[in-house]
């Protein structure tokens, strides 16, 4: 056993105990702290396989910022209070056919198909790196990129527009 | 890493940066009249930038945007849109009671989205520029919040929309998956070559559909029109007006570019799909159009009829011989749509009043076609431009509506599509009883309309209506520029 492998195996087990205590966890706000816990633990994971890059995103968009607001908002709503709403009679049955038909898929890939090409290649050490990620970015995607944060400005204009309140009392 | 060119993209980058810099100014800005001033100004200096640029072509950004002949002219088009849309919104916002001065930066946040969709030569900027033509919009629609109406309207088209969006980047990602570019041009030659290989070719067929679906909810074609009345009747009437225009020629803009460059090897899978929603876009809108009563839905059936219209220049775009003529009837087309678009829409606002319970949008607002008795006599200039705009809806000469119908039926039939050019005049006709119901309902009938005069919505209807005609009259340097701006691409 490799120190990455040992890594791997305690690493996902945390992740899938996070998980399930997200799901299974009965305060909304510990549901959301284990969540936070499994973002963690995947980036890590993103590290392990050399794309710091995305481990980084990963922990600070996902577990830094989605996630705050997720708080927040769970926090100033204060969904503790609210009734449980009734779940749909037909979700329940709809997941459970969904599952099965996911887990149905996997088992066929992992123990069926027959594999053509033996191994896969082994990406560059550079692929993903934050370098390369500049590098594409600011040079092959610089307009996509630039017209995306012109998009974020024109959303958050248009979120203000929408919600902000007029002197006059108009507003909700 | 090439020197970037920046004339490519100027008329856009000057309007980006204006509408930035609106924002700021705006906030100092007491009467909201300059800000419009202000808008309409950055949308004259890009359209000035625009038309120096006839003629010139190339590509900028890792071939990321392409400007071109066909780009120039949409443009061109799009930026005449932003300015009536800004002289129709100038007085009824006011009147509206939702004067605000993020009315302007949006809408020329949205006509930099436009502009940018004409320009694309990358789906990943087809994709970005839907997104920011759409958001725009789906905030403008809700501007008379808490109207209930435009806060329904703005909510339905945003899920709609992102709906749709899903379906052009699911579409998006088949492709790259099919042909590993996202490059217009490069999916081309992968295309070409993996003509061997049938399974990426199918993912091909399969994401240029998806993507097809995406584009023709935004153009409002059947059967992906769902939204349209409801959204149009809801959004303030100026905003429908700039939205009805300027989303379907960026919509119509995009497909050309997308389909006719990337995927002309598909034509054979696709100009049958096309065809068909084409036929029934044309069919269900006039159909349902008959039924209608309120103006605002009447006018929101008429944009789907006609988006049925302008579909059908699409149509032989693998057509080698065709295409050319066909689309730029298309382009024809479009000019025809805007121009008496805006002058029905102006006609419309002079004709509406905020009164009625602002929570629930009930009341006497002068948005049934019944409040438009009397105006032939109260009002005889006005009720002549509802007049030509109608004819030229129903394609009726001497109005631009007529030429364009007739160039897009003789392209149709060159291209051996009979049927649609049946459907396309039989349609028509259908399309008669509706529009020439105003017209009756304005003279014949006896009634007190109350109309608005305002110095910008004048101008708007009356040049409209002016153009219309004229134009008419002398169809074929528009048409020419029109060919000449097509010519480069095929």
Redesign the interface.
Known sequence: MTPDLIAFFVLALIAIAAALGMLLGRNVVYSALFLVLNFGTVAVFYILLDAPFIALTQVSVYAGAIMVLFLFVIMLLGTETLPVSKALPWQRPLAFVLALILAGEAGYLLFFRKVTSGTIPQPVQTFGSPQAVGQALF??????FE??S??L???M??AI??TIKEKGG??? | MPPLNFSIILPLLVLTVWACLLLLVDLFVKNKGITALLAALGLAISLGITLSQVGATGTSFNNMVVLDGFSTFVNALLLVSGLFGIALAYGYVKRMGIERGEYYTLLLFSVVGMMLMAQAADLIIVFLALEMLSIPLYVLAAFARPNVNSEEAGLKYFLLGAFSTGFVVYGIALVFGATRTTSLAGIVSAANAASSGTSSLLLLTIGSALILVGLGFKVAAVPFHMWTPDVYQGAPSAVTAFMAAGAKIAGFAALLRVFSLAFPSLASDITPIIAVISALTMIVGNIIAIAQTNIKRLLAYSSIAHAGYILMAFVPYGQKGVVATSVAAGLFYLVSYALTNFGAWAVVIALEKAEGNPSTGSGQRGLEIADYAGIGRKHPALAAAMTVFMFSLTGIPPTLGFVGKFYLFRAAIAGQFYLLAVIGVLTSLISAYYYLRVVVTMYMREGEPETTSEPWLNLTWGLAAVLTVIVSLVPAPLFDWASQAVLKLF
């Open positions: 040079n092959q995607y610089l307009l996509p017209v995306t012109v998009l400005l024109i959303a204009v248009g527009v929408l108009q507003g909700k």
